[in-house]
């Protein structure tokens, strides 16, 4: 051990800490914009998220005095922000003739699949519709997942798929996707007959 005194020690301990941080500077000044960079991000990051978690708070308190939209905003599709034809605007009944052909639904079938089945006053539905739908892993697909898949389905599996989902989950953003499509697919296949 040095017979030095401590403050002695001290000091030219301090005086080799600089002598090896002076040898370092060159490295760390090459690495200070970087690091300097990086720190403003995550702070950033940190705000952002602090400011985010202060509006869910704040939604949350404000959907209690604010009622649940009937048909939500991301319920929709590409088709149907296409402009409509005056006719179907003006509400005017089909020509004579021009009703539903053969393996489509008229507007009772339709009006039917969107209402939902209540115990007391609808029968059993057949066992055919109680199946796995036209989609194999409907059960498991989220709402964006299904969002993708709807425009490959025809308007009688798209029927199906809704009673099969009134019959099991009944989850009302997964009904109400499935009734906009089936309304969506019905009046195009208006406007083209």
Known sequence: MSHLPLPVRVAVGLALTAVEQARKLPEQLAELPVTAASR??????????????????????????????????????????????????????????????????????????LTPPRASTTTARPEASLTAPALTGYDELSLA????????????????????????QDRPAFVTLLSNRIATVRSQTTESQ
């Open 40 to 113: 403003a991000v995550q702070a950033g990051m940190r705000v952002q998220q602090r400011v985010t978690e202060l509006a869910i708070k704040g939604d949350e308190v404000f959907s209690l005095f604010r009622p649940v939209e009937d048909t939500p905003s991301w319920a929709t599709f590409d088709e149907d922000d296409q402009p409509r034809r005056p006719e179907a605007d003006a509400g005017t009944a089909p020509a004579p003739g021009s009703g539903p052909v053969a393996g489509e639904f008229d507007e009772a079938d339709v009006a039917h699949a």
């Open 145 to 168: 997942q299904l969002r993708g898949k709807l425009r490959e389905l025809s308007l009688p599996q798209l029927v199906e798929m809704l009673e099969y989902e009134h019959a099991h």
